[in-house]
């Protein structure tokens, strides 16, 4: 099943007043659990490229396909529940938040979708799927639900165990990272592979559909570069699509395709 | 353990940043002190002009010579004092044209004394003919006051055996009145036929209060309620006409309570003016310190957009900070105004010179939920131009700012 489909894409900025395409005419299809690298110089539109699929840009022409819906006539509420259901992001820029613990920033994902139940039964990888099939069949977000932030929720044992069950997911993320013994440390504790690593498991933790990483070994040694992109390599294994930017070359020993992007063209290198 | 939620996120944003998160309260609680304590002493200042006009029930009072700012002062909040007039004043006045109601009163301004603070104004008045001091009395006491008896002002200490002692003399009290705001609160009345015996005890003492002489005659002032069609000016005139005294002190209740309503503007405008630019500066500085705060925090938002948050979800953590930042800077500001003025009611109102009443409880009560908010809409105004910004649609480019 196609994941992401991506047509014509385009996406031009204004440069001292003449427009210019960062992202230019794209076609790409990203199926369940494929594993694709784009590389390329600086400046030629991959961070562009990524940030238009998870609708954090609009495109100017263009249609982004995912999870078989049309994204980009989405209204915000309807895109960020897919932000935070079906994608995870790894930022190029460390993003984590630093006011909170490592654990509370890979729970976060998780508490700040009202309703979002893809963590609810990690014990079970099969539920969640099928919890997943059957959201995906139906409208991920009522419009006619007030776009508010949703209550405190009252301390009853329910509560508490959903608590304990988004923790137990967070801990087992920060465990494959090889990062668990960091979790109630501040981000500001932590060296710069530390928190990349924190941040794949932040982008993993609602169980998406489509793991997006740019540059997600930039910060690291070639050890930790082994364990990340073991970790992609598996998660792509269990059926997620994933879609890599990178300029490192011991990353694409791990990747099923690898593209090349030059001035907003894409194209199989 | 517990771990993080979406409604708790605001308040772990400001615990982790214990300095800009004072700072914010800081401005608030400075600006809720301004506001609600500026507007706490223009109350209590109105409340006490509004009772002073209650009192004021004669259109002209006259009183001897050069004492017309001792009378003023009596009338408004400005001490007590002792005057009179040797000769039988009231008759003589009382032949002048335009005259409704006259009555004569007696001014005594006693030592320090053990009930109160400062020294007690004592009062003398006629109830047979008094137009002035009756009517209000007579709404909180409705029996005769005896010879001998005095009623209390709201300020007089009653002793435990309902008595306050003057001149080593323990008065009987058969009633106390209620707070004025005004120097009445710390008179006490007796009729006219006790003056006599308080000049007694005053001499007896070796301190006397009026010569023993003019004690059974001593005047200090006569209270007039003029004829309709009569300015209190025209009666001033016919009285100088009728008695051929000069040099008479005429003072006028109502121009006393314009000029006194007249300063207490001015200081109300003043209050209102340092409580308007007070709050823009204030508005201003919280404006500068979230602007400064949420550009450092351009990432952290471009984060939760990442992550999923709606831009309405973002605009509501910001906007839940400043609420808190609001309503605590407020509880604070409030708070101590309240202990800076509530208890000290007294005091201010000596040292304004001006008539003071302390407003009523639900009055406060209202104006402390106003004043916070006041606040806690500060706080949000303060934010919200930010927020919006922020969650700008394209949060890429928010980001990349960020960078």
Known sequence: ?269 | MSHITLAGLPLTNLRRKPFRTTALVIVVTMLTVAFYGGSLLSMNLEAGLNSMQERMGADLMVTPQNTKNEAEALLTNGGSSTFYFTNDIENEVSKADGIDEITAQTYISSLAAACCDDKVQIIGFNPQTDFVITPWIGSQFDGVLEDGQIIAGAGINVSGNNTVKLYGHEFPVAAQLANTGTSLDNSVFVNMNTVPDVVSYSSKVGHPAIPQEYADKAVSAILIKVKSGYSAQQVASNIAKATGLKGLGYVYPGGITATTKSNLMVIVRYVTIFVAVFWLMGLIVLLAVFASAMNERKREFAAYRIMGATRSTLVGIIIRESVMIGALGGAIGIALASLAILPFSTLIGRQLQLPYLQSGVWNVMLLIVVSFAFAVITGVIASIATAVKLSAPETYLTLREGE
């Open chain 1, 1 to 269: 099943m196609n994941v992401l489909e991506l047509h014509d894409l385009t996406r031009e900025f204004t440069r001292r007043g003449k427009p210019f395409a960062a992202v230019d005419h794209v076609d790409l299809i990203l199926r369940e659990g494929e594993f694709i690298a784009i590389v390329g110089r600086s400046g030629n539109g991959k961070s562009t490229l990524l940030n238009l699929i998870t609708g954090l840009l609009r495109p100017t022409g263009g249609s982004i396909m995912l999870d078989g819906r049309d994204i980009v006539a989405l209204r915000d509420r309807q895109m960020s529940a897919i932000r935070n259901r079906v994608i995870g992001f790894v930022t190029q820029s460390q993003t984590l938040l630093p006011n909170l613990t490592v654990i509370d920033n890979v729970i976060l994902p998780a508490v700040l979708e009202p309703g979002n139940h893809a963590t609810d039964d990690d014990d079970s990888q099969e539920t969640d799927d099928d919890a997943e099939e059957t959201s995906s069949d139906q409208p991920p977000v009522d419009d006619g639900l007030p776009d508010v932030i949703a209550a405190a929720p009252v301390a009853t044992d329910a509560a508490t165990r959903s608590s304990d069950r988004l923790a137990g997911r967070a801990r087992e993320l920060l465990e494959m990272l090889e990062v668990a013994d960091l979790a109630d440390c501040y981000p500001k504790e932590l060296s710069g592979g530390e928190m990349r690593r924190v941040s794949i498991a932040r982008a993993l933790m609602n169980r998406p559909k489509l793991l997006i990483a740019d540059e997600p070994t930039g910060d690291l040694d070639a050890e930790s570069t082994a364990i990340v992109m073991r970790l992609l390599r598996d998660v792509a294994n269990s059926g997620t699509a994933v879609l890599m930017v990178t300029h490192d070359p011991d990353a694409l020993a791990y990747v099923d395709y690898v593209f090349r992007m030059d001035r907003g063209v894409l194209s199989e290198a």
